[in-house]
């Protein structure tokens, strides 16, 4: 069977001790659930061999079906880095978009058709300055339960197109400027990717998209840029996370905001990195340096920067998107070999 290489490869790292353990679990509803109009590149970030040995037998099976990419990295006994993992899953895409994911983010296929035909028209894959954030939705608990029994019934819950009609009890917070960055590969390749200074989670994300805007600005910069102002809903335009917002702001309004299933805090040692990270965005965000990242990747000639069309920051506090928030999708049950409860349960070895 021959498949026609997609526009955009999504690219998602995983780590894991068993392969009954909620990641894989997680993985295997992502496999599902994303539409074929998308390449997938799971990268294998140190994961038990048996793990990679089930990962791989799967892989073998999706396959024939669509364009799908397991890359292993032989970081067993080093602590999981994502930006390690998403650098890696670059290199070894072939689309000309890469869309980065977590594990713990989905949306329904509808969803994902929807963040498809906007990559298309933000023609992202000739014009890297049209890079945009898929805007992610962090449920609690409850709001996790809740979604799980809608995608059962091949419902959408909520659409988020409105930011003032949300979930009351089931959203923790909404991100914007999220991790979940889609781009165009070759510039992405070309300014070195994630810094890999910055070790297991946290922040990561940030200095990119610090990087990114420095090319291809939005909007003048907010107050206190440099000030981190919290990981709950933007509430003034202040700081760099009301900045980066921005760039989800259009993609939220075209329905493509994504969910973040709940699950409890990993308790591996050294995986949350937030107080080293953070001091270390804080350096950056004041040196203003686009010359970041790994040095072998460092460009030697400066990046190329770009206009892109400007937002009014006051666009996120504005009257309402006019479009409808009850936009519901359905799609094709899913496979009944997949158990959706071991997914929910949140059974897991990082306890």
């Known amino acids: 069977m021959i498949v026609t290489e997609s526009l955009v490869s999504i690219v998602i790292p995983i780590r894991a001790e ?84 977590d594990v713990d983010f989905i949306g329904l296929p509808e969803v994902y058709e929807r963040i498809y035909r906007y990559v298309q028209q933000q023609e992202l894959a000739t014009r890297p300055e049209n890079f945009f954030c898929v805007p992610v939705a962090f449920l609690s ?75 291809f600005p939005i909007a003048p910069r907010p107050p206190e840029y440099e000030r981190n102002m919290g990981s709950g809903n933007i509430q003034e335009y202040r700081g ?30 050294k995986y949350y990195q937030h107080r080293r990270n953070f001091t270390l965005l804080q350096k950056i965000l004041k040196r203003h340096s686009l010359r970041v990242g790994p040095r072998r990747w460092l460009a030697r000639q400066p990046l190329p920067q770009g206009q892109r069309r400007q937002l009014k920051p006051s666009i996120m506090f504005d009257a309402p998107f006019e479009a409808a928030n009850s936009d519901v999708s359905t799609f094709s049950p899913l496979s009944p070999r997949l158990d959706v409860e071991r997914v929910w349960k949140y059974q897991t070895n990082w306890e």
């Open 18 to 101: 068993t392969e009954n353990q909620r990641e894989v679990a997680r993985l295997e509803i992502l496999l599902e659930t994303i539409p074929d109009c998308f390449a997938i590149v799971i990268v294998d970030d140190g994961s038990h061999r048996r793990v990679y040995r089930y990962l791989e037998s799967r892989v073998k099976s999706w396959g024939q079906e669509r364009q799908l990419t397991l890359k292993r990295l032989n970081t067993r006994y080093r602590r999981f880095s994502l930006a390690r993992a998403r650098n890696a899953g670059v290199r070894v895409a072939r689309s000309s978009v890469v869309m980065l994911h």
């Open 141 to 215: 608990e409850s709001g996790t339960q809740t979604f799980w029994g809608a995608f059962q019934q091949a419902r959408e819950p909520w659409c988020f197109r409105l930011r003032d009609v949300t979930p009351y009890g089931q959203l923790n917070f909404l991100v914007q400027g999220s991790s979940c960055m889609v781009l165009n590969r070759r510039d992405l390749l070309q300014m070195g990717g994630h810094d890999r200074r910055f070790r297991g989670h946290g922040a990561e994300d940030f200095e990119l998209l610090h990087r990114l805007s420095s090319r």
């Open 240 to 269: 760099f996370r009301a900045y980066f917002a921005l760039y989800g702001e259009e993609a939220r309004r075209a329905g493509c905001t994504l969910v973040h299933l709940w699950h409890p805090k990993r308790t591996e040692r």
